[in-house]
């Protein structure tokens, strides 16, 4: 009898030091999946690689767009060597398509139905990004933070999708529909990375 006592005490602790272990390890796949949620909710990357949309024109360049903690930075970076000295303008525009030399583009992208003007001030188009100042090399860039903007959200915010069009020449901010900046140069279409 005693024996038998023994090994059912035996028994119990291992099952209780299983159970315990179970529980454990599946509070540390939790905490794992909740941690890998958490850092894709807050963490997205877009990006879009520039190109020349003409053939006299060079034109290199990237539009990264980074989400964290529910804001979206973006970074402008800029290399256009005929156009040293000067500033450019640069805009999201509604469609996915560099196509026809950046005409594949179409309009500034605008899902709110604004007035052009300049970010932050006023009215604005949500794709009304601003002017990129180029240095003696030609090289520029811009940065700026939002949230009205996001990576793969709701349709009225999602930057994917869209272009990026660089213009010839300065956004003057108020002429209608597209600040009178100048023919396409440039363009890239934003891609989650």
Sequence with gaps: MKKFKQITN???MFLVGSLFFIA???ANSKN???????????TAHAVAILNATMPDTTLTGTADFVTQNGKV????????PTLKNKSVAVHIHDMADCGD???GAHGH??????QHGKWGTGSFHLGDI???SLDSTGKGTLQMET??????GDVKTNVLNHSIIVHSGMDDFTSQPAGNAGSRIGCGVIEKK
């Design 130 to 132: 601003g002017n990129v």
């Design 101 to 103: 030399m950046g005409k």
């Design 147 to 152: 949230d009205l903007w996001t990576i793969g």
């Design 32 to 42: 794992d999946t909740e941690s890998t949620e958490t850092k894709t909710a807050e």
């Design 109 to 114: 992208w605008n899902p709110t139905n604004q």
């Design 73 to 80: 930075k973006l970074t402008v970076t800029l290399s256009i």
């Design 10 to 12: 035996y028994g119990k």
């Design 24 to 26: 454990c390890n599946n």
